[in-house]
């Protein structure tokens, strides 16, 4: 699982301490300049490659606990059959053995900001000029009460892809048809804005074709959501009468789960749930806040030319974790992010030239076989925040055609991108 809650954390130092066959730290040259990255994710694996190929003078090293790294995105597509999980699961082999970056499968556990080093679950300590911080997202299970990663176990989130994603999908396979399918996406901000939505139409497309008397109910923490008009047009037209959507104004939100008996409790009804896929607020990921990088809200804010904390002029956080205003919290605006704060580290540690930052995001999701839908914007570092500069958005009502070279367009785009983040 990618994700590391705070019960895991101790054990995740145990379990690192004890993993013998884990390759000691490489020796870097002294004379180089060192950048350490916390988090091997697109944002993380992006920017060591970056800036491991902008320079041979910087000494590129990459903390990441997982030897490989399965993709959020497209794990929607996982569950609506479209995808295999080995199809979007990298390894970091290309990053080291072609780019030179120093992987090191550990967990950072502490920041020493004013000494300048990364302390690993290990012991080991790794000395930095520049840190990049992105570890992505922490599932805040106690906005729910009776949910945490025990809990999740029965009611996965699937918000971090890997075991949480094939448990969700072993969990529809084994439902009887007729059951009832709970989606319960999380209030905002939140990691993916359209994914829960996407993923209420991969689950119904599966439902359709292999149990067509179950129902989907989803249980928001909402009144609105991203390219809502878009999806609710691909319920009606591929799904009638499987999906209910309930917002937050009608049944207050969920407020507790019962993994036992698999009941769902909101402020007036509970639901009993054949499969119940619980999405929690979220925050970023616990290191952040170790290191004294977030706002009172979980976050971390950051310069919009440079994606440098606001707390460290020798920190970077960039992806999920960092407080982008206009941006989501996709992989593609971590991606983008990542090649703006490499930009700005390289003109740090070299004396090369800083662009004015740009940045760019696109979302695609699939509702149905051949049917694809986008949304996206081009921004820039504004006075004060992260601002859009362009933007679109696909239309109700267009072509099957050109639903089908949207839905195709997605395909591109991963290939494209997973290949720039891990080479
Ligand atoms: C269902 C779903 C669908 C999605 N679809 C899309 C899509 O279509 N397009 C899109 O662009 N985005 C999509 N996303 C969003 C996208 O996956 C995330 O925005 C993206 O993964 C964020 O990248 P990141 O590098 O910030 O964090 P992450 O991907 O979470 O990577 C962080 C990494 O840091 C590591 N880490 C954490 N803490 C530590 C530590 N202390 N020490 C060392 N390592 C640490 C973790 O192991 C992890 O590998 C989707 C997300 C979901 C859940």
Redesign the pocket.
């Known amino acids: 699982m ?3 809650t705070r019960r895991r954390f101790g054990t995740l130092l145990a379990s690192t301490a004890a993993a013998s066959t884990l390759a000691a730290p490489a020796v870097l040259s002294a004379a180089k300049m060192r950048l350490a990255i ?8 992006t920017a060591a490659r970056y800036v491991a190929k902008g320079s041979k003078d910087v000494a590129v090293t990459l ?4 030897h490989h ?1 399965t ?6 597509l996982y569950l609506g059959g479209f995808r295999t999980l080995d199809s979007i699961t990298h390894s970091y082999g290309t990053l080291a053995a072609q780019y030179g970056v120093n992987m090191v499968h ?4 502490d920041v020493d900001r004013a000494g300048k080093t990364v302390k690993l679950g290990r012991g080991t300590d790794i000395g930095y000029d520049r840190l990049v911080v ?4 922490e599932m805040r299970y106690d906005t729910i009460e009776g949910y945490s990663a025990e809990a999740s176990t029965a009611m996965p989130h ?4 890997g075991t949480q994603t094939a448990t969700l999908k072993k969990q529809l396979e084994a439902m009887d048809d007729g059951g009832v399918v709970v989606v319960a996406p999380p209030p905002n901000p939140f ?2 804005p ?3 939505y ?2 209420i139409c991969m689950i119904a497309h599966y439902l359709k074709a292999n149990k067509p008397k179950s129902k989907i109910m989803v249980l928001d923490a909402k009144n609105k959501f991203s390219k809502q008009a878009l999806f609710q047009e691909a319920w009606a037209s591929h799904y009638d009468g499987m999906i209910e959507w309930l917002p937050e104004e009608v049944t207050g939100g969920v407020k507790a789960v019962k993994a036992d008996s698999m009941e769902v409790v909101m402020d007036d009804e509970t639901v009993k749930a054949a499969v119940a896929n619980v999405i929690p607020a979220q925050a970023a ?3 952040a806040k170790r290191a004294g990088l977030t706002n009172d809200g979980g976050w971390c804010p950051i310069d919009p030319h440079s994606m440098r904390s606001k707390t460290d002029e020798n920190v970077f956080v ?4 960092s407080v982008a205003s206009a941006m989501p ?6 991606n983008s992010q990542a090649k703006v704060a490499a930009n700005a580290i390289l003109a740090d540690l070299t004396g090369s030239k800083k662009f004015p930052a740009k940045f760019r ?1 696109t ?3 699939l509702v149905a076989t051949n049917d694809g839908v986008k949304v996206g914007a081009d921004y820039k570092g504004g006075d004060a925040k992260i601002e859009v500069t362009s933007k679109f958005i696909s239309k109700t009502g267009e072509a099957a055609d050109l639903r089908a070279q949207t839905a195709e367009e ?1 395909n591109g785009w991963y290939a494209g ?1 997973t290949k720039d983040m891990f080479g």
């Not at 916390?38 to 694996?45: E, F, L, Q």
């Not at 992105?134 to 997202?137: A, D, N, T, V, Y």
């Open positions: 990618t994700h590391i916390i988090g091997g994710g697109p944002g993380g694996a903390i990441e606990p997982k790294f993709t959020c995105f497209f794990s929607n550990d967990v950072a556990v992105s570890p992505g997202i699937a918000w971090q892809a990691r993916c359209p994914g829960p996407e993923r990921g616990i290191i960039i992806g999920d974790a919290k996709s992989g593609f605006s971590a995001n979302c695609w999701s997605a991108i």
